[in-house]
């Protein structure tokens, strides 16, 4: 088999050398955002613990994650519709697409925010549920900040402005933790909400003025009829649908366990938000610094994109999602109630270890899903793909209420990676064709290898580290065993990827 990380050409090693730097940049913003989320997710956690208020609000937050990420997905669906030449949109045209799609956001979190409220968690008590009504508002008005400024994001990209889309979200996400903790005293269980909306009016007004900067909308035209307008919202909606369908489930899942234990769905959601930043820091990241150019390849070489692209994105997302996501279990969980035991006791903490293990399979379909799909729109599968949104999520549904009744609460996070898992294979076998079973057992032996790597190592850090001592140090102690056997590691299952980003990071040093 011919190993894709080898076989360059000069000219492919600039073009990789700058889509490594893009892709550097837009995964430290991304994490960037995780760090200030992760920090603000603690604080939170220490203040208000896990009860049904903070449920209350997390539901809420649930459909600000869910946009969020869908606002994301934009720059990588609309990216192909702006590259030159057989651009299929102008930047204004995009621009007032987006306004059209904010505008059921805002009505549906502000005039109809109770009776969305009753739709999202109707396991809630009524008094807590009071707290998701309160919510959705400000988290629309970040919402749509956010997906206003994914559009000038997506014109950035095109224009290869990558450090200037990075900047943006890390400065948001930096001013919106200094207002989190402005606020934390007087704004109770809403303070997140309105750090949230800090940081998208941040992260819009950087993304405008740079957008400005570089160009901006392009020559004023006539304003177009409402028919013309809503065909330009319909053609990125109808790229994107199933993006959203994708993140939707989440929402699926958050409100069955709405209806257990009150904190079960707080400890939920902390746990996906860790498992989305890998996801968005590492396969999304690639996905989007590498879009504009894939387009334009797909153009000429479409057969070679699958081989350059997929394994080789995979195999470095994997490699640090692994260990991730075990040092949340086996650390990060027992760590938090270590540190905050009025906040969350022994069962939240258990609760948090057993869902971070249930979101293992999501996490990984999710790698290989964020990979593929920006692959499928440059090479132009987006009506296909898109016609899957409902099969998935009806198939979500089903497999919830099923698992939920079977199972209880844990039943309804396992089904959470089923309808994603199908989703991959699926992509996987329309991306590769004849070559799917290939590129599925590569994919498979990847996954299997680091993540075999990292449940050994962490798994002996869980054996050896209670044997020297307890509570917080023992955590730590946990996190430090584990990181160091994971590392030793490495060079045995990956010696390839980890001279590769050794050589990197010498590289971007000086």
């Not at 946009?67 to 519709?81: C, D, E, H, I, K």
């Amino acid at each position: 088999m011919v190993d894709v990380d080898s076989e360059t050409t000069d000219v492919d090693c600039g073009q990789r050398r700058v889509e490594a730097r893009a892709g550097m940049a837009l995964s430290l913003a991304t994490f960037t955002m995780a760090l200030a989320s992760a920090l603000q997710a603690v604080l939170y956690l220490s203040s208000f613990g896990a009860n049904g208020r903070t449920d209350g609000f997390f539901v809420a937050f649930a459909l600000y994650t869910t946009f969020g990420v869908f606002s994301q997905s934009l720059r990588l669906t609309a990216a192909p519709l702006l590259v030159e030449p057989a651009a299929r949109l102008q930047p204004r045209e995009l621009m007032r697409a987006l306004l059209i799609v904010a505008l059921p956001v805002i009505i549906a979190t502000g005039p109809l925010a109770g009776p969305l409220a009753g739709l999202l968690a109707p396991g809630l008590d009524p008094s807590d549920r009071a707290i998701t009504q309160d919510a959705l508002p400000i988290l629309g008005a970040a919402v749509t900040l956010q997906l206003l400024a994914a559009g000038g994001a997506t014109l950035l990209a095109v224009r290869s402005r990558f450090m200037s889309v990075a900047v943006a979200y890390a400065a948001g996400a930096i001013g919106g933790f200094f207002v989190y903790l402005a606020l934390v005293g007087s704004a109770q269980e809403l303070t997140l909400g309105w750090s949230m909306l800090s940081m998208a009016v941040i992260t819009f007004s950087i993304m405008a003025v740079s957008t400005i900067r570089s160009g901006g909308l392009g020559a004023r035209c006539r304003i177009p009829g409402l028919r013309a307008a809503g065909v330009d919202a319909s053609l990125l909606l109808g790229r994107t649908v199933v993006y959203l369908a994708f993140n939707l489930l989440f929402i699926v899942t958050l409100a069955w366990a709405s209806g257990s234990a009150a904190g079960d769905a707080t400890v939920l959601s902390y746990g996906y938000l860790f498992a989305s930043y890998l996801v968005a820091g590492t396969a999304m990241a690639l996905g989007m610094s590498r879009i504009p150019e894939m387009t334009r390849q797909a153009r000429s070489e479409q057969t070679a994109l699958v081989r350059a692209s997929v394994p080789v994105g995979f195999r470095y997302a994997i490699m640090f999602a692994a260990p991730a996501l075990a040092a949340l279990i086996v650390a990060g969980a027992p760590l938090i109630g270590a540190l905050f035991p009025d906040s969350l006791d022994a069962d939240a903490v258990q609760t948090l270890r057993t869902f971070g293990a249930l979101l293992a399979p999501w996490t990984i379909a999710a790698l290989i899903i964020n990979l593929l799909l920006p692959l499928m729109f440059a090479i132009g599968r987006a009506r296909l793909v898109n016609l899957m949104a409902v099969p998935l999520a009806a198939l979500h549904i089903a497999a919830t209420a099923l698992a939920t009744a079977q199972w209880g609460v844990e039943g309804t996070v396992a089904a959470f990676g089923l309808a994603p898992a199908l989703f991959a294979i699926f992509l996987v076998a329309v991306a590769a064709g004849p070559r799917a079973p290939g590129l599925g057992r590569e994919l498979a032996w990847d996954a299997a290898r680091f993540c075999t790597a990292a449940a050994v190592a962490f798994g002996t850090a869980a054996i050896v580290a209670p044997a020297l001592s307890h509570g917080f140090v023992e955590a730590v102690f946990a996190g430090i065993i584990g990181t160091a056997m994971y590392a030793l590691l490495l060079p045995i299952v990956a010696s390839r990827q980890v001279t590769v980003v050794m050589r990197a990071l010498r590289t971007a040093s000086p």
